[in-house]
């Protein structure tokens, strides 16, 4: 499946879908912090955004409001970003991780848990030959 391609509030709607299942476009509305609550209709075109994106898909239909459900994994929309970021950085990761070391955004237990995947992909890559 392609991953699709999020703008920040579809991501923002997107994260309400993954961490509370299928809703309605007022109930997703709803769960925005009053102070900065998008209008109805801006919710309701960032869903339809979000449906032609393939993103989400309608469930079942509630009176007259339709439900929606993510068809789209959170870890599937983080991969995408995360490859879109590397791009900036013409793919290289050394100048990403001498940032976050020097900000204090990577620690040592990330990087061991790093080291344990890598351990990991590379046995599974050695049971493959």
């Not at 109805?40 to 469930?59: C, D, I, M």
């Not at 050394?94 to 990577?106: D, F, N």
């Amino acid at each position: 499946m392609v991953k699709p391609r999020l703008s920040k509030l579809e991501l923002q709607v997107m994260n309400i879908f993954w961490e509370r299942g299928a809703q309605t476009v007022r109930e997703v509305q709803e769960h925005f912090p009053e102070k900065s609550r998008p209008a109805y209709t801006t919710v309701q075109t960032v869903v339809n955004r979000l449906e032609a994106k393939e993103a989400l898909a309608r469930a079942r239909k509630l009176g007259n409001a339709h439900v929606f459900q993510a068809t789209v994994s959170r870890n599937a929309a983080q991969r995408r970003l995360v490859d879109e970021f590397l791009a900036l950085f013409g793919g290289r990761m050394q100048p990403l991780m001498s940032h976050l070391v020097e900000s204090g955004k990577l620690t040592l237990e990330d990087v061991q848990e790093a080291e344990r995947r890598l351990r990991e992909l590379a046995k599974r890559k050695g049971e493959r030959k």
